[in-house]
């Protein structure tokens, strides 16, 4: 679906009411819009990358800023509980200030990389529910098991004088995250690393489908995608924001879909708050 700027839209966005932040018997899953997510496995809400408060109801601006080219599935205000928020870095697209703001009153843990703890003290999440991101260090909630992933996104090399210092190593991350019905790995805003292509054992692959030279580039998300052979993907980093002239917002996840294996089994193109169940393999 395209927007007026030429760029793909996703498709109307699906409300999420109370009943997906609820019990469950199951493993499911919700794109949020851009790189944001929501999974409730077995009563355990976990939340990755939520950029869902806005700057103008009327405009349509997202509080990045940016305007939206669909409305968001849920605002953080609206949010009735979480057990955890996940931050994969410290860029607004991915750590957006009011919706953590809004989220503190959910009661949720909020776990990211060393830059991402430091800002969420300074706006108020309480000490004792912060989690420093360290890849490799396991954390469980639930059934749930949430464990970070290297990531590399140094994006502010294309002109530090601009943008400051790069992010360095450790510095961002992705999750995976293992549930009773298989594993799900989210890779983060990340270019293609070694450890990603001898990742095993994941069912449903959370595929970043930006054009961007520091994400993994379309080359890079179809080799992963081939290469982990999940039965389930997902894209994300498309279809939310009016940017035409930034690639980092401009992937068309029918370019990945038509080069990945099997993807007419394998590929979900989800709507804004579509619900998604995993099964198991």
């Known amino acids: 679906m395209g927007s ?84 994969t870095h410290g860029d607004d697209d991915h750590f957006a200030r009011q919706t953590a703001r809004d989220l503190i009153a959910t009661g949720a843990l909020f776990v990211g990389p060393p830059p991402v703890a430091e800002e969420c003290a300074e706006l108020g999440v309480p000490e004792d529910r912060i989690r ?42 992705g999750y995976q995250l293992s549930t009773p019905e298989g594993m799900i790995w989210c890779p983060g805003d990340t270019r293609l690393m070694d450890e990603h292509v001898q990742m095993q054992g994941i069912d449903l692959l959370l595929l970043d489908a930006s054009r961007s030279d520091y994400h993994l580039g379309v080359e890079n998300a179809v080799r992963l995608a081939n290469t982990l052979d999940a039965p389930h993907i997902i894209p994300y980093h498309f279809g939310t924001y009016d940017a035409p002239d930034s690639p980092p917002y401009n992937g068309d996840p029918a370019e990945l879909a038509a080069r990945i294996h099997h993807a007419e089994a394998r590929f979900h193109l989800l709507a804004p708050g579509e619900k998604f169940v995993l099964t198991s393999r």
């Open 4 to 87: 007026s700027s030429g760029q793909v839209s996703a498709a109307p966005t699906h409300k999420l009411g109370r009943e997906s932040f609820g019990r469950a018997r199951e493993t499911a899953v919700w794109w949020l819009t851009n790189a944001g997510f929501l999974v409730n496995s077995h009563g355990t809400l976990i939340m990755l990358d939520p950029v869902i408060a806005l700057q103008s109801v009327e405009r349509k601006l997202s509080e990045t800023g940016m305007r939206l080219l669909v409305a968001l599935p849920v605002q953080a205000h609206e949010v009735p509980r979480l057990d955890a928020v996940l931050y």
């Open 132 to 173: 420093v991101a360290q890849a490799g260090e396991a954390l469980s909630l639930g059934r749930v098991e949430i464990t970070p992933t290297p990531a590399d996104h140094p994006w502010q090399l294309k002109d530090p004088a601009k943008y400051g210092r790069p992010w360095a190593p450790g510095e961002c991350c």
